[in-house]
Protein backbone atom coordinates (compact mmCIF):
# COMPACT_ATOMS: atom_id res chain seq x y z
CA UNK A 1 0.00 0.00 0.00
CA UNK A 2 1.65 3.85 -1.03
CA UNK A 3 2.02 5.81 2.04
CA UNK A 4 -0.22 9.29 1.90
CA UNK A 5 1.07 13.03 2.97
CA UNK A 6 -1.54 15.43 2.80
CA UNK A 7 -0.67 19.26 2.75
CA UNK A 8 -2.13 22.34 2.23
CA UNK A 9 -4.42 22.81 4.94
CA UNK A 10 -5.14 26.31 7.06
CA UNK A 11 -7.53 28.52 7.99
CA UNK A 12 -9.19 31.29 5.68
CA UNK A 13 -12.17 33.48 5.77
CA UNK A 14 -15.14 32.34 4.18
CA UNK A 15 -15.13 32.97 0.34
CA UNK A 16 -11.28 32.44 -0.17
CA UNK A 17 -9.70 29.43 -1.97
CA UNK A 18 -7.03 26.79 -0.58
CA UNK A 19 -5.34 24.12 -2.60
CA UNK A 20 -4.61 20.76 -0.75
CA UNK A 21 -2.01 18.38 -2.45
CA UNK A 22 -1.82 14.60 -1.35
CA UNK A 23 1.62 13.32 -2.29
CA UNK A 24 2.24 9.33 -2.62
CA UNK A 25 5.48 7.12 -1.37
CA UNK A 26 4.78 5.21 -4.64
CA UNK A 27 3.58 5.32 -8.32
CA UNK A 28 -0.40 5.69 -8.68
CA UNK A 29 -0.79 5.48 -12.51
CA UNK A 30 -3.03 2.67 -11.88
CA UNK A 31 -4.94 3.96 -8.83
CA UNK A 32 -8.16 5.78 -8.45
CA UNK A 33 -7.60 8.23 -6.15
CA UNK A 34 -10.32 10.78 -3.75
CA UNK A 35 -10.61 12.80 -0.90
CA UNK A 36 -12.61 12.81 2.17
CA UNK A 37 -13.23 14.94 4.83
CA UNK A 38 -14.46 14.44 8.65
CA UNK A 39 -15.84 17.51 10.65
CA UNK A 40 -16.32 17.08 14.62
CA UNK A 41 -18.97 15.25 15.67
CA UNK A 42 -19.96 14.22 12.31
CA UNK A 43 -19.21 11.35 9.87
CA UNK A 44 -16.33 10.94 7.39
CA UNK A 45 -18.16 12.52 3.94
CA UNK A 46 -16.42 12.04 0.29
CA UNK A 47 -15.87 14.86 -1.11
CA UNK A 48 -13.74 13.87 -4.74
CA UNK A 49 -12.66 11.28 -6.69
CA UNK A 50 -10.50 10.69 -9.84
CA UNK A 51 -9.71 8.25 -11.90
CA UNK A 52 -6.32 6.95 -12.62
CA UNK A 53 -6.26 8.27 -15.94
CA UNK A 54 -7.75 11.77 -14.82
CA UNK A 55 -10.69 11.78 -17.31
CA UNK A 56 -13.20 10.90 -14.74
CA UNK A 57 -13.90 12.74 -11.56
CA UNK A 58 -16.66 12.64 -9.59
CA UNK A 59 -17.90 15.27 -7.02
CA UNK A 60 -20.37 14.85 -3.79
CA UNK A 61 -23.31 17.57 -4.47
CA UNK A 62 -22.39 20.24 -2.28
CA UNK A 63 -18.63 20.72 -3.57
CA UNK A 64 -19.59 20.93 -7.32
CA UNK A 65 -18.97 23.64 -9.17
CA UNK A 66 -16.45 24.71 -5.92
CA UNK A 67 -13.87 22.03 -5.57
CA UNK A 68 -11.57 20.61 -8.37
CA UNK A 69 -9.62 17.42 -8.46
CA UNK A 70 -7.07 16.65 -10.32
CA UNK A 71 -3.98 14.92 -10.28
CA UNK A 72 -0.29 14.79 -11.61
CA UNK A 73 0.51 11.01 -11.70
CA UNK A 74 4.46 11.85 -12.73
CA UNK A 75 4.64 13.80 -9.34
CA UNK A 76 2.42 11.35 -7.42
CA UNK A 77 0.23 13.77 -6.52
CA UNK A 78 -3.77 14.54 -6.37
CA UNK A 79 -4.60 18.08 -5.79
CA UNK A 80 -7.71 19.63 -4.43
CA UNK A 81 -8.54 22.88 -5.46
CA UNK A 82 -11.15 24.54 -3.26
CA UNK A 83 -12.89 27.84 -4.34
CA UNK A 84 -15.97 29.75 -2.40
CA UNK A 85 -15.44 27.90 1.11
CA UNK A 86 -17.53 28.29 3.30
CA UNK A 87 -17.45 27.51 7.00
CA UNK A 88 -19.23 24.35 6.76
CA UNK A 89 -16.46 22.95 4.48
CA UNK A 90 -14.50 23.45 8.02
CA UNK A 91 -12.94 19.76 8.57
CA UNK A 92 -9.88 17.88 8.40
CA UNK A 93 -9.38 16.81 4.69
CA UNK A 94 -8.34 12.76 3.87
CA UNK A 95 -6.52 11.90 0.83
CA UNK A 96 -7.26 8.56 -0.21
CA UNK A 97 -5.81 5.26 -2.57
CA UNK A 98 -7.91 2.44 -4.22
CA UNK A 99 -5.88 -0.52 -4.47
CA UNK A 100 -4.27 -0.79 -8.30
CA UNK A 101 -6.64 -0.89 -11.00
CA UNK A 102 -9.49 -0.97 -9.14
CA UNK A 103 -12.52 1.42 -10.14
CA UNK A 104 -13.55 4.58 -8.91
CA UNK A 105 -17.06 3.43 -6.45
CA UNK A 106 -18.72 6.98 -6.45
CA UNK A 107 -16.56 7.84 -3.18
CA UNK A 108 -17.60 4.27 -1.43
CA UNK A 109 -15.42 4.51 0.91
CA UNK A 110 -15.02 0.58 1.28
CA UNK A 111 -13.17 0.72 -1.67
CA UNK A 112 -10.37 2.93 -0.75
CA UNK A 113 -7.39 1.01 1.28
CA UNK A 114 -4.54 3.33 1.66
CA UNK A 115 -5.37 6.89 3.69
CA UNK A 116 -3.42 9.69 4.89
CA UNK A 117 -2.80 11.49 8.14
CA UNK A 118 -5.39 14.28 7.24
CA UNK A 119 -4.52 18.39 6.88
CA UNK A 120 -6.99 20.67 8.58
CA UNK A 121 -9.07 22.99 6.74
CA UNK A 122 -10.99 25.96 8.78
CA UNK A 123 -12.94 28.40 7.41
CA UNK A 124 -14.28 31.46 9.27
CA UNK A 125 -17.49 33.67 8.84
Known amino acids: QVQLVESGGGSVQAGGSLRLSCTASGYIYSNCMAWFRQAPGKEREGVAE????????YYADSMKGRFTISRDNAKKTVYLEMNSLKPEDSAMYYCAAAPPYSPCAHLGQNAYRSWGQGTQVTVSS
Open 50 to 57: ISAGGGYN
